[in-house]
C-alpha cells in the first residue's frame, strides 16, 4: 500500500487524456497572457488623447499650411490656389522684416531676463524668508489678472499725464516724461517691460515649487564648504533643476512668440507706425484688420518653424545632464 500510495498519478488521474477533468494551464503561460493583455492596455489607454492631438492639432496645422497657399481673403469666401505668392509677397513686404526684427529683439531680451529673474525669486522663496507667505501672494498677483485688466493698468500709468510722467517730475527728472506709448523709440520697450512684468513673479511661484526638491543636505554642505548664496543657487541649485529650467524657458519662448500679440493689440495696435509691430500681431492684423487669410497664415507658417526650431535649441541646451 505504501507503493500504491507513493506512485506518481497516470496521466488520465491528472486529467491529461481521456475522461479526466479541464486541465489548468501551465503558470507560466497564464502569465504571459497577463502580460501580453497589460502590455496592450497603456496603448488603449492613450488613444483618445492620440485622437484628439490628430484633430485638434494636427487638424489645424495642416489647414494653416494650406491656407498659406491660397488667395484666402475671409474662410468663407471662395478661394483658389496660388502657390507660394503669398511667400514671395511676405518675403517681399518690409513690415515683415520690421515684425521680424521686433520679435527678434523681444524673444531675445524677455526670455532669459524672465527665466533668470524668475529663477532668482524662487530660489529667495526657497529659503523661506520672512513673510514669504505674503510675497508669493504678492508675486502671484499678476498671473491673476486677465490680459485687458493690465493693459488698462498700463495705459493709465504711461499716458501722457499718467504716474510714471508724474513721478518723474516730481523727482526732477522731468526730462525724461515722453508719451511712452506714442513714441516710436520706446513703445516695443514698454511692451516688453508689460511682459516681463507680467510673468515674472509667476515664474517665481513655478521655480520655488521646484526647488523644494532639492536636498536641503546638499545645501547645507555647499554653505559648510564656504558657498555663499550666489554660488549655492547658481552653481548648485540650478544645476538640480536644469531640466525643468529648460522646460519653463521653453514655454515661455513659445508664449511670448505666439501670445504676445494681445499686449499690443490693446496698447499700441503696432504702432506708431510698425514699430511695435511683431509677428504675432502682424498674423492678426493680416487675418482680422486686413483679410487676408493667405499671407496671414504665411506668417503663421514662418511663426511654426521658428517657435519648433527655438523650442528644440532651448530644450537641447538646457536639457538634464543627469
Known amino acids: 500500500m505504501t507503493a500504491e500510495a507513493s506512485a506518481p498519478a497516470s496521466p488520465a488521474a491528472r486529467g491529461v487524456g481521456g475522461g479526466g477533468g479541464p486541465t489548468r494551464p501551465p503558470a507560466s503561460a497564464s502569465r504571459s497572457r497577463r502580460s501580453r493583455r497589460e502590455g496592450r492596455d497603456p496603448g488603449l489607454l492613450a488613444l483618445p488623447a492620440f485622437l484628439w492631438f490628430l484633430v485638434f492639432l494636427v487638424g489645424p496645422l495642416i489647414s494653416v499650411f494650406y491656407l498659406s497657399l491660397t488667395d484666402a481673403t475671409t474662410l468663407i469666401a471662395p478661394m483658389e490656389f496660388s502657390g507660394f505668392g503669398n511667400f514671395v509677397a511676405m518675403f517681399t513686404d518690409p513690415t515683415f522684416w520690421i515684425a521680424l526684427r521686433n520679435t527678434a529683439v523681444q524673444v531675445v531680451v524677455v526670455v532669459p531676463l524672465m527665466v533668470v529673474g524668475g529663477f532668482m525669486i524662487g530660489y529667495y522663496l526657497m529659503l523661506r524668508p520672512p513673510l514669504a507667505g505674503v510675497l508669493r501672494v504678492l508675486f502671484f498677483t499678476s498671473a491673476l489678472l486677465s490680459v485687458s485688466a493690465k493693459a488698462m493698468i498700463f495705459y493709465a500709468v504711461l499716458q501722457p499725464n499718467g504716474l510714471l510722467n508724474q513721478t518723474l517730475e516730481a523727482v526732477g527728472l522731468g526730462s525724461l516724461t515722453t508719451t511712452w506709448l506714442a513714441n516710436s523709440d520706446t513703445a ?135
Open 188 to 322: 516695443l520697450p514698454v511692451i516688453m517691460a508689460i511682459d516681463l512684468w507680467s510673468g515674472i513673479g509667476f515664474l517665481g511661484i513655478l521655480f520655488a515649487a521646484q526647488l523644494t526638491s532639492v536636498s536641503g543636505e546638499v545645501l547645507e554642505a555647499a554653505r559648510i564648504d564656504g558657498c555663499g548664496h550666489w554660488r549655492t543657487m547658481w552653481h548648485i541649485a540650478f544645476g538640480m533643476v536644469r531640466g525643468f529650467v529648460g522646460v519653463v524657458a521653453m514655454l515661455q519662448f513659445l508664449w511670448t512668440l505666439f501670445l504676445s500679440a494681445t499686449t499690443v493689440l490693446l496698447l499700441t495696435k503696432g504702432g506708431p507706425g510698425t514699430s511695435s509691430t511683431t509677428l504675432s500681431y502682424l498674423l492678426f492684423a493680416k487675418a482680422f484688420q486686413q483679410n487676408d487669410i493667405g499671407y496671414s497664415q504665411a506668417v503663421g507658417v514662418v511663426l511654426f518653424v521658428v517657435g519648433v526650431g527655438g523650442a528644440v535649441a532651448i530644450r537641447a541646451a538646457l536639457r538634464s545632464r543627469a
